[in-house]
Protein backbone atom coordinates (compact mmCIF):
# COMPACT_ATOMS: atom_id res chain seq x y z
CA UNK A 1 0.00 0.00 0.00
CA UNK A 2 1.22 3.44 -0.96
CA UNK A 3 2.40 6.23 1.78
CA UNK A 4 -0.69 8.02 0.33
CA UNK A 5 -2.96 5.50 0.63
CA UNK A 6 -2.28 4.42 4.50
CA UNK A 7 -2.72 8.67 5.15
CA UNK A 8 -6.23 8.55 3.84
CA UNK A 9 -7.56 5.43 5.33
CA UNK A 10 -6.10 7.01 8.69
CA UNK A 11 -8.12 10.32 8.39
CA UNK A 12 -10.01 11.93 5.61
CA UNK A 13 -7.79 14.19 3.26
CA UNK A 14 -9.20 17.63 2.19
CA UNK A 15 -8.30 18.21 -1.95
CA UNK A 16 -9.35 21.30 -2.72
CA UNK A 17 -11.30 24.66 -1.51
CA UNK A 18 -13.66 26.95 -3.55
CA UNK A 19 -14.04 30.24 -2.66
CA UNK A 20 -17.33 32.08 -2.82
CA UNK A 21 -17.75 35.42 -4.45
CA UNK A 22 -20.73 37.37 -3.82
CA UNK A 23 -22.02 39.32 -6.42
CA UNK A 24 -24.69 41.53 -8.65
CA UNK A 25 -25.43 39.91 -12.18
CA UNK A 26 -23.32 36.29 -12.55
CA UNK A 27 -24.02 36.50 -15.86
CA UNK A 28 -21.67 39.84 -16.15
CA UNK A 29 -19.67 38.21 -13.42
CA UNK A 30 -18.73 35.25 -15.64
CA UNK A 31 -17.94 37.66 -18.60
CA UNK A 32 -15.29 39.49 -16.71
CA UNK A 33 -13.81 36.42 -15.22
CA UNK A 34 -13.86 34.52 -18.68
CA UNK A 35 -12.79 37.61 -20.71
CA UNK A 36 -10.48 39.44 -18.25
CA UNK A 37 -8.97 36.73 -15.98
CA UNK A 38 -8.74 33.72 -18.53
CA UNK A 39 -11.24 31.63 -16.48
CA UNK A 40 -13.90 29.50 -18.01
CA UNK A 41 -17.49 29.20 -17.14
CA UNK A 42 -17.96 25.71 -14.85
CA UNK A 43 -21.76 26.04 -15.00
CA UNK A 44 -24.60 28.56 -14.14
CA UNK A 45 -27.59 28.06 -12.29
CA UNK A 46 -30.97 29.36 -12.53
CA UNK A 47 -33.34 31.14 -15.13
CA UNK A 48 -31.70 34.21 -14.72
CA UNK A 49 -28.74 32.30 -13.31
CA UNK A 50 -28.68 33.01 -9.25
CA UNK A 51 -25.45 30.69 -8.73
CA UNK A 52 -22.40 29.54 -10.50
CA UNK A 53 -18.66 28.64 -11.17
CA UNK A 54 -15.86 29.86 -12.97
CA UNK A 55 -12.47 27.59 -12.84
CA UNK A 56 -9.24 27.88 -14.47
CA UNK A 57 -6.46 25.16 -13.87
CA UNK A 58 -7.41 24.03 -10.44
CA UNK A 59 -8.56 27.45 -9.45
CA UNK A 60 -12.27 27.19 -8.80
CA UNK A 61 -14.93 30.80 -7.64
CA UNK A 62 -18.11 30.26 -7.18
CA UNK A 63 -20.38 33.34 -7.78
CA UNK A 64 -23.37 33.73 -5.84
CA UNK A 65 -26.07 36.69 -6.65
CA UNK A 66 -26.89 38.97 -3.87
CA UNK A 67 -29.45 41.62 -3.93
CA UNK A 68 -28.02 44.12 -1.38
CA UNK A 69 -24.37 44.77 0.06
CA UNK A 70 -22.45 42.09 1.93
CA UNK A 71 -20.41 44.60 3.44
CA UNK A 72 -21.44 47.29 5.58
CA UNK A 73 -19.99 51.17 4.33
CA UNK A 74 -16.61 50.80 3.15
CA UNK A 75 -14.76 48.18 5.69
CA UNK A 76 -14.06 45.39 2.61
CA UNK A 77 -11.55 48.76 1.04
CA UNK A 78 -10.87 49.80 4.38
CA UNK A 79 -9.26 46.69 5.75
CA UNK A 80 -8.50 45.00 2.31
CA UNK A 81 -11.04 41.90 3.03
CA UNK A 82 -9.88 39.39 0.53
CA UNK A 83 -12.39 36.89 -1.08
CA UNK A 84 -10.30 34.60 -2.75
CA UNK A 85 -6.90 33.94 -2.42
CA UNK A 86 -5.04 32.10 -5.64
CA UNK A 87 -1.61 30.56 -6.34
CA UNK A 88 1.03 29.83 -8.61
CA UNK A 89 3.56 27.43 -8.25
CA UNK A 90 6.88 29.91 -9.58
CA UNK A 91 8.41 33.76 -9.80
CA UNK A 92 7.66 33.44 -13.46
CA UNK A 93 4.16 32.64 -13.69
CA UNK A 94 2.81 35.41 -11.10
CA UNK A 95 4.70 37.87 -13.08
CA UNK A 96 3.16 36.80 -16.57
CA UNK A 97 0.04 36.14 -14.75
CA UNK A 98 0.27 40.03 -13.78
CA UNK A 99 1.31 41.55 -17.14
CA UNK A 100 -1.61 39.07 -18.47
CA UNK A 101 -4.16 40.87 -16.55
CA UNK A 102 -2.65 44.63 -17.03
CA UNK A 103 -2.57 43.95 -20.56
CA UNK A 104 -6.53 42.56 -20.09
CA UNK A 105 -7.28 46.29 -18.66
CA UNK A 106 -7.61 44.76 -15.19
CA UNK A 107 -8.19 46.91 -12.26
CA UNK A 108 -5.73 46.44 -9.26
CA UNK A 109 -5.87 47.04 -5.66
CA UNK A 110 -2.19 46.46 -5.20
CA UNK A 111 -0.01 46.20 -7.87
CA UNK A 112 2.98 43.41 -8.16
CA UNK A 113 5.37 43.00 -5.07
CA UNK A 114 7.52 41.17 -2.62
CA UNK A 115 6.02 40.70 0.64
CA UNK A 116 8.37 40.22 3.76
CA UNK A 117 6.81 36.87 4.07
CA UNK A 118 8.67 34.96 0.87
CA UNK A 119 6.01 36.23 -2.06
CA UNK A 120 5.18 38.39 -4.62
CA UNK A 121 1.65 39.14 -4.61
CA UNK A 122 -0.68 41.24 -6.62
CA UNK A 123 -4.50 41.91 -5.93
CA UNK A 124 -7.17 42.20 -8.54
CA UNK A 125 -10.84 44.00 -8.12
CA UNK A 126 -13.88 42.51 -9.55
CA UNK A 127 -17.11 44.52 -11.39
CA UNK A 128 -18.65 44.06 -7.96
CA UNK A 129 -15.72 44.70 -5.92
CA UNK A 130 -14.39 41.60 -4.69
CA UNK A 131 -10.55 41.91 -3.79
CA UNK A 132 -9.06 38.68 -4.90
CA UNK A 133 -4.66 37.88 -4.28
CA UNK A 134 -2.67 36.30 -6.55
CA UNK A 135 0.80 34.75 -5.16
CA UNK A 136 3.58 33.14 -6.03
CA UNK A 137 7.09 32.45 -4.82
CA UNK A 138 9.76 35.21 -4.96
CA UNK A 139 12.77 34.34 -7.59
CA UNK A 140 15.25 33.26 -5.32
CA UNK A 141 17.95 34.69 -8.29
CA UNK A 142 16.33 38.26 -7.85
CA UNK A 143 16.85 38.39 -3.54
Known sequence: MTPHATATLDHPVLS???AQ??????KASCAFFTSKLGFA?????GDPPFYGQVRRDNARLNLRLVGEPVFA????EREHLLSASITVNTAGEIGRLFIDFQ????RFDQNLKEEPWGAK??????PDGNLILFAGPIDPLSS
Do not use: C, H, K, N
Not at 103 to 106: E, I
Open 121 to 126: TFVVID
Open 73 to 76: GDIR
Open 16 to 18: STE
Open 103 to 106: SAGV
Open 21 to 26: LYVVDV
Open 41 to 45: VAFTY
